[in-house]
């Protein structure tokens, strides 16, 4: 099956403008003898009819949605961010992502394009800074920050913390597209900064992965709408089991219609950083 079929299959034929621009990317991330260890997961819909989950099970559910994105370790990849808004050329980013999930520390380096190297964001001590070389200036952000100017999240590259951030609420069983889901509503907890107070959840009845997200504002508004289609999963040394994260995000923006963001992730790299890489230091040095 090809890409765009995959994405009218899980999104509907409506999305498909914003598609197009993943063919360019296929092609850059298709798989090598290099990352024959990663493997890539389409959903596939199942003749089984899916059974309401119980509050024990949903409580399961969220925290191993959680767990399975956690590495006991250190984890690296490359992304493709790919940005589209109204009356505006399409702009391409190229960054790295480096997390220590032990720590709950994350960096997102820029190398491309010339104008954005050497930009980052660091998440340390549950602060989120980011570093603009230009100015050589470092500057506090909210969760709310569109990184590289996008419609991604700090969220979108992170570990997954819903069970740690929000309550959850079951909604029952829904259908998307050809897929069985289970439909689950999240508040934040009280004292925690999250860039959205409510998601809405679509999560596989075969394989618990997230689907469709929808994201709302403290007015009740949506924001955003997400859907993750693919997702790869690589074994971890440290772990002792697989790490999971999504391959595809595709963000649609509910305020400014018309503006979406395309996340493709290249290869998991689950090896040991080294220690001081998630600095201030270290990545300002990435820009000399």
């Known amino acids: 099956m090809t890409t765009m079929q995959r994405i009218r299959n899980v999104l ?5 403008t914003v598609a197009v621009g993943l063919l360019t990317f296929e092609a850059v991330l298709r798989p090598t003898t290099a990352v024959a260890q990663e493997k890539v997961e389409d959903e596939k819909p199942s003749d089984d009819v899916a059974k309401p989950w119980t509050p024990e099970e949903l ?26 808004e109204k009356s505006k050329n399409d702009v391409v980013l190229e960054a790295v992502i480096y997390r220590r999930d032990a720590d709950d520390k994350l960096m997102i380096l820029f190398t491309n ?16 800074w980011m570093y603009d070389p230009g100015v050589g200036k470092w500057e506090r952000r909210t969760e709310r920050e569109k990184i590289g100017g996008t419609d991604s999240r700090r969220a ?7 069970s740690e951030e929000y309550d959850a609420k079951y909604e029952g069983i829904e259908k998307l597209g050809k897929f069985q889901a289970h439909k689950v509503t999240l508040t934040v907890k009280k004292g925690i900064d999250v860039a959205y ?16 997200r929808q994201e709302f504002a403290a007015s009740g508004k949506l924001m955003r709408t997400s859907y993750t289609p693919k997702w790869a999963k690589r074994y971890s040394e440290s772990k002792k089991a697989d790490v999971w994260t999504p391959k595809e995000i595709r963000i ?10 395309t ?18 230091a270290w990545l300002e040095s990435q820009s000399r």
């Open 59 to 84: 409580k399961a559910a969220i925290k191993a949605l959680d767990d399975r994105q956690r590495n006991s370790g250190d984890y690296k990849t490359q992304v493709y961010i790919e940005r589209k």
């Open 156 to 162: 979108d590259f992170d570990e997954s913390r819903l």
């Open 252 to 261: 649609f923006d509910e305020v400014e219609k018309g503006n979406a963001t």
């Open 197 to 212: 107070p409510k998601q809405v959840l679509w999560l596989s009845a075969t394989t618990g992965n997230t689907l469709k």
């Open 12 to 16: 509907g034929a409506g999305v498909t």
């Open 113 to 128: 394009p010339k104008a954005e190297k050497g930009k980052g964001y660091l998440r340390i001590d549950k602060n989120l």
């Open 263 to 280: 996340i493709l992730m290249k290869e998991m790299d689950l090896h040991s950083l080294p220690a001081n890489l998630f600095t201030k």
